[in-house]
DNA sequence: CATGAATGAGGGTTCATTCAT
DNA sequence: GATGAATGAACCCTCATTCAT
């Protein structure tokens, strides 16, 4: 009983180690295909940012579509919890959108590695792992169209589009990517404040 | 000498023809390009795409970068040349505003597979093509800041933080291109329409 | 009668002059060639050193290795020749090895060009024309080994390997090209003297 | 511990293996290039010769032209090692030239695949490459520089240019490549022989 | 679990050659 | 005779993937 439990107690030991290392496996990975691109990054670049040779990788996951897949859904996975979180929060519609800005924007650059691989998922995935991406990134845009709902019902939002509203913010807040830097003037939360201010323009 | 003006004449046409071929073999390309992405569109692909052989391409062009970076080149040069002329125009900033806003949309969306190819160009350009194109992008974004300062200037535009509001509004457009699809129920001109109306609100 | 010879006239004038340049095109052909070895120098390499276009070329040559052909056999004709009149001159064997050993080393050192093309040949032509080139090769080395068994007979030479000295005459003189520059301290005339001078000794 | 050093002497055993193996690539590919000259082997042909696939290469060698640099550099430095020895022997210049002689045109003859490639390196290597072929090609003829200018010292050697004296019969002995052919009815110590007593007389 | 080695299917590029005009 | 354009066969090289050890 006693050596059965320690065996259970390892193993789970074990199995958090091993969940451990494939989540920094999925960070660098999605680190170096951030950085090149994913038909740049070869599997050779991200073995070697983990210290690593291409054959254990290998160990780990099928293949590089496989690999990068549990990157997103990975990040995915996160940032929707955070989200639906969020959306739960006993505030009013006003804070919540503030609140999804301000933590969509933090995930987009300080996770800038990870959520940059999320444009144009269809030059990169198969059938499968395509469809699931899609799913659920319109389960993400969907916690914003939840806010802005609850927003117009209540009366504290107006717009005839929005649908189209909520695109416009996903935009503007996604491009930010292809521009931010961390040696610019502006620090990350000071963005992020002034985009939640003015975006929420567009909804008044 | 009537020899030697019919050789020019005929020359002048050669050249006309070559011309013309040269951008149709550019639109092809970019239309090959931005389905498939940079590194998955092949030689061959384009190629077939013009009815033509592989061979024939780099008669015309001297790498694969290069083609690319025509495209680049070829389509950035229209639309600054467009939009310089709508700064010029005897419109008032909010006009100007509107009307390069449902342009730049125009472009996003009609010419999709062109200006498709301008995410992430350090991912794909080297050195010398890089500078070129960032150069020229920079010359375009700048277009919206002078409409942008005259309408701040004017007194009718409100903002503290002009740059990053222009930023707003582009990648607000830009994001367009990724899900914007011809089978939609709202055609380019009412998207543009709308856009324009909405976006107009962070500036005021 | 007299339009047919303005014709005879006129044809052998277009002969000659079509001859001439059948010449230059050889002689640019093999100065290209040698500098770039035959298969790094390209059909276009050779046209634009003549200020021509490739397919001019193919108008006077059937293929490339054709070209390069005629250019060895230009060469090796004229030098043949020479060497040929150099033996049946009045003079002592050792007079006329020291003649074409300079004469010799004139080609190596002025020809450069074109004699280059002689190493290897097996690595450059087909059966047909690389049997030409050895037999005339073949040739153009009887010549020293007629000179040579002259001196012989004669008793002023002394050698019990006669045509291994040859080629060690051949092979020393045939290396100056590895090293010969324009702008190195001897003059060809001095070089061919000190050479003669010495390669004699191989057969006192 | 002790299964550190088996691990050790595991590690230096697979490093020999890939150092003879490395060798034993070499060795082929210069085989196959010094008989269809550097640009008409292809990477395909090596591999085949080898047995391997072109991939295999690649694992070793970073591109064709380090493959080829590094047959250079082996047969290069051997050569040159083995020279070293016998100019610090404790010979007399005549026995010394005699020894080189003779050994060089061992090397010429039996590894006539490797040695053959070094006429005109310029053809072939860029700039980085070319620098150390030449640097080394200069320390290997050298030698034979100093064992003449021992030999002019000592008073058993005359001559008014030693170093064209010393490029003839480099020249000359590297011509042998050009006609050696095992079938002949010399060997290729008699060969050496004889070239050894004559290119000496040279020198006297 | 991990590694070194190997494979094989392309992809970009070059170039001799051809041909309509 | 000459030109621009096009072809197609190779060639070098890359890289995801596999596998024996």
Avoid at 11 to 34: D, F, G, Q, Y
Avoid at 40 to 48: E, G, L, N, P
Avoid at 89 to 115: C, Q, R, W, Y
């Amino acid at each position: 009983m006693c050596i059965r439990l320690e065996k259970e107690i390892a193993m789970s030991l074990r199995k958090k180690k091993t969940m451990k290392k494939r989540r920094e496996m999925l960070r660098s990975a999605a680190k170096v295909v951030s950085q090149k691109g994913y038909d740049r990054a070869t599997m050779d670049d991200i073995a070697s940012e983990l210290l690593m040779t291409k054959g254990a990788l290998y160990y780990y996951f099928d293949c590089k579509e496989e690999l990068i897949y549990q990157c997103h859904e990975l990040i995915l996975s996160e940032a929707l919890k955070v989200m639906e979180e969020i959306v739960l929060m006993d505030l009013s519609p006003v804070e919540k959108l503030e609140k999804a800005i301000i933590t969509h924007i933090g995930f987009a650059i300080n996770e800038k590695d990870i959520l940059n691989l999320i444009l144009k998922p269809e030059q990169t995935f198969e059938e499968d792992h395509l469809r699931l991406i899609l799913e659920k990134r319109q389960q993400y845009d969907s916690i914003f169209d939840r806010i802005i709902m609850e927003g117009l019902n209540k009366g504290v939002f107006t717009s005839s589009e929005p649908k189209l509203v909520r695109m416009m913010i996903l935009g503007a807040m996604n491009w930010i990517q292809t521009w931010y830097s961390p040696h610019g003037k502006q620090s990350p939360e000071v963005i992020a404040k002034i985009y939640a201010e003015s975006l929420l323009k567009l909804l008044l």
